[in-house]
């Protein structure tokens, strides 16, 4: 028989942990999966707690990043978890749904106190068909930039094909959605009303043929609508830039990391300086918006190094520049290495601004520390907020941006 599918956004709704249970009560689900997250999991936890209290009978399934860490302790020691998926835009693991355990891949689950956690061979491309964007309180999402509302986001891609010692998506499989699809997608968000875009791939454009079919498509079809992309430095030459500027890209968010040659090298990010400097300039010339996102507080990093990273923003004036604290991400080296040193602090570790480091050079609060003075001195400077005004282009953006300049000011946030 077919399911119906009932979303929750108890995050864009607002709602307490009371509020939220009612409205799981008026669903009455059978099945329930559940974000979890590192930053938040103690948050969570205690919410999934109440949740199997209150509707035992119902199995839930989570899926994020908390859940690769160490899979079976997380689903041994809180048994109000049944499942965790192991991929999320896998559909192998639907006939758990059913009950069909020996046929479920890519999730994990007990069955009678046995771990399960079958992942299916790795896949050059997958399909989600297409999401159902209206299910969810859409018309309320907001992204930090956004020039326009309402906004959504896609994804094209899972994954990213590059290693950077600190990231957990490039630890993941990587594959493509096939273009078809995406193109497919942002029609039916246009047509919903959507006025703004960004796609949620980590490293957009990383396949390159594939990236210029689907910039082709979207030019094609005549889509016309402003988007914005995280991209890597070293993907964004000229054809490039020119193309994702045809087809609407608005705003680039490129991960600089650092200031400092040595640290980049150091965390395998393979770019370097010369080659940041000339992207940025690139997408200035050719109209593309950017935000420099940065970690500071990576092991090895001295208040000189942090210097070195806070004047290479100041250099490259983007739009905007988002500091935040370095952070060890379940599956990365980073996270290996700090294991081994016993650098790992316990408790939650959010990247705007407590890190779960210890390294003998700085402590989580140095790092915080950094984390503002950083923020403040990019974003206090004397002509900085006149350009921004200037730049705006109505008052549904200029509402965003004092939005995004308060929470960035208050502590580093990554897109
Ligand atoms: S930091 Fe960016 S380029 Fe590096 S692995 Fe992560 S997503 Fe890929």
Redesign the pocket.
Known sequence: GGHEIRALDAMAGRLSFQAALERVAEIGPDLIVSLVGQASLANDLGFFARLKAGFPRARLIVSGDAGFDDTEKLLRENRSIDAVLLDYVSRRWLPYMEKAYDKAADIAFLDGGRYRARRSAPAREYSIGLPRHGLFPYRKYRMPFARALPYAGVATDFG?????G??????LPYKLRPVAEVVGELEYLKKLGIRYFSFGD??FG?DRQRTENLLSAMIGKGLDLPWAC?A?ADLLDEPAVKLMRRAGCDLAMI?V?SGDQGLLDRYG??LTIGRIREAFALCRRLGIRTVATFILGLPGEIRETAERTVRLALELDPDFASFNAAVAKPLTPLAAEARLRGWLRPGPADQSGSSNLATGNAGPEAVEAWVKKAARRFYLRPGYLMRRLMSMSSFTELGINLAEAAALLRGGTRP
Request: aromatic residues 16%; positive net charge.
């Open positions: 990213c094909p590059f290693k950077c600190f990231c957990l998506t490039g630890r980590q490293t990383a995280f890597r991960g990391e990010k393979g």
